[in-house]
């Protein structure tokens, strides 16, 4: 009998009212075998809680069998319900120890009012908190100028290649792409007006003064701002932060410093060369597609597009690794001593600094919009 496969029967009783019969072995290798039968047979059960439940019958009703039953009533006991003294013992342990059903309460005006205000003053503690990090940077390059021989320099140089010589396999390839792409794609536009050789200045202007540098910088902020965060919020994980401070050792001095030098030395180097590669990978594709020679495009290039937006680019650039570097650094001191902490900061820090690059760019467009053009 404790074997016997479970059964689920719905009866009428003399009253009228429906009432459901269980019976056989309740329990988990019972069910198993037939569980989706099982389970499409109560979920069909029409108003569970407003029916009569028999329990009698059932030989064997173990924690599983119980769980599914409280999870067909919805949680709440039935209307009528008859038991044994054991299956009752049962069910009441697995209501115990079941989480009641939380239902998501609905939202106020009141309360998006708060969670607006929360984040605005979230918002506010990351700007302070970029700005005194701004202000011990400056303080630090004062330091660092009256005693130079003294400076973080075998720090810096090691962020420089992390930072820069790394980077340009990965830089090279996106420029070379997003040249490729745009010279195609401007090409079929160009070749219904008759225009084929604007496609130097188009490609010129575009890529030296705004494609060049956004593309460095985003990359730099996906692939060296997370390290820079990652790599200062282990050392809070760590305790190494802690154990600056109990040594006496500037955190800013030691950790900020050398990552902002690094970032605004690398990001103009990084995004000259990202430029070469999209005007490159634009000079084959327009070579391919329309016929213009390379020796055209650069005898071309540097009467089409001044040097002033060089100068504005590789200014934007430095503008940008100082940001990016910046960001990090917040980011990273901002970590609490736990896993999630430090993954979470590592994608806000991303996030944060491309939205950041974005933003300036756009203030960078507006301001010198009469410089080059």
């Known amino acids: 009998m404790p074997d016997a496969v479970p059964t689920l029967t719905l009866q009428t009783v003399p009253d009228g009212a429906p009432h459901v019969v269980l019976g056989g072995s309740w329990s988990a290798a019972r069910l198993a075998a037939n569980w989706r039968g099982i389970s499409q047979a109560l979920a069909d059960l029409a108003t569970p809680q407003a029916l009569q439940w028999d329990l009698r019958a059932i030989s064997r009703l173990d924690h599983t069998g119980a769980q599914l039953l409280w999870n067909t009533w919805g949680h709440q006991w039935p209307a009528q319900l008859q038991w044994q003294p054991g299956q009752r013992a049962m069910l009441e342990r697995v209501v115990r120890f079941t989480a009641p059903a939380v239902q998501p309460a609905r939202r106020t005006l009141w309360q998006l009012f708060l969670r607006l205000g929360e984040q605005l003053w979230q918002l506010w503690d990351h700007l302070v908190g970029l700005l005194a990090l701004t202000g011990q940077l400056l303080l630090d390059a004062v330091t660092l100028l009256r005693a130079p021989q003294r400076g973080p320099w075998r720090d810096v140089s090691g962020h420089l290649f992390r930072i820069g010589a790394r980077a340009l396999p990965v830089t090279a390839l996106v420029g070379f792409t997003i040249g490729v792409v745009l010279a195609y794609l401007m090409s079929r536009q160009l070749r219904l007006f008759g225009a084929d050789t604007f496609i130097v200045n188009i490609l010129g202007l575009s890529i030296i003064r705004e494609l060049g540098p956004m593309l460095a910088a985003i990359l730099i902020a996906g692939r060296s701002g997370s390290a820079i965060t990652a790599q200062i919020g282990v050392m809070r994980v760590t305790e190494e932060l802690d154990a600056m401070r109990v040594m006496g050792i500037a955190r800013g001095y030691r950790l900020v410093l050398p990552r902002a030098i690094a970032m605004a030395v690398a990001m103009p180097l990084i995004s000259v060369w990202t430029t070469l590669a999209a ?55 901002r970590v ?38």
């Open 336 to 373: 609490k001593p736990n896993t999630e902490s430090l993954g979470q900061g590592t994608t806000a820090s991303v996030v944060t600094a491309i939205t950041v690059v974005l933003l300036v760019d756009a203030v960078f467009a507006v301001v010198f919009k009469n410089i080059g053009l």
């Open 279 to 333: 005007l490159l990978g634009g000079m084959l594709a327009a070579d391919v597609v329309l016929g213009v020679t390379p020796a055209y495009f650069f005898a071309t290039l540097p009467l089409a597009v001044a040097i002033s937006n060089l100068w504005l680019a590789l200014g934007k650039s430095v503008v940008f690794g100082l940001l990016i570097a910046l960001i990090g650094c917040h980011y990273g001191l």
